[in-house]
């Protein structure tokens, strides 16, 4: 048995559960409590009727569906989309149509996978230097096309 607890409160008569729809996986499934319409290039915020409140020190990543992603070209737009561990309101997710097709989101249809997360705190200081390392500043492209 978890020693982590995940309250959801749901708050409309549609709402799913999120669940996991295999033991090994590491994502919730997020369900739609509505319909809507996605235009190619557009995004929407979908509701999923839920409030949850997250174990201490933990926060919940909103992320993709790969099969959305790659059939419809249906994506999370902020993805991961963070859910801080005091934040009680719904659940909502922006879903982005990238397809070249007009997109519609059904009542019951899974639309985002949650995974929860530890959080680790720290202490801001200000320095002067920071350590050497291999990569140094290169950023963007350093390690090739």
């Known amino acids: 048995m978890n020693e982590f607890k995940l309250k959801v409160k749901r708050i409309h008569e549609d709402a799913i559960l999120p669940n996991y729809a295999h ?19 557009e995004s929407a915020l979908i509701r999923t009727g839920i409030k949850i409140e997250l174990p201490f020190q933990t926060e919940a990543q909103i992320r993709p569906r790969s099969g959305l992603a790659l059939k419809n070209g249906i994506t999370v737009l902020n993805t991961p989309g963070t859910i801080d561990e005091g934040y009680r309101g719904e659940i909502g997710i922006i879903l982005i149509n990238h397809g070249k097709e007009v997109f519609k989101v059904e009542k019951g249809m899974k639309i985002a996978q949650m995974v929860v997360k530890p959080v680790w705190k720290v202490d801001v200081e200000e320095v002067e230097e920071l350590s050497e390392a291999l990569r140094g500043d290169k950023g963007f492209g350093s390690t090739g096309v």
């Not at 033991?23 to 369900?31: I, K, Q, R, T």
């Not at 409590?33 to 290039?41: G, H």
């Open 23 to 41: 033991y090994n996986d590491a994502g919730l499934d997020l369900y739609s409590i509505e319909e809507k319409v996605i235009n190619p290039t």
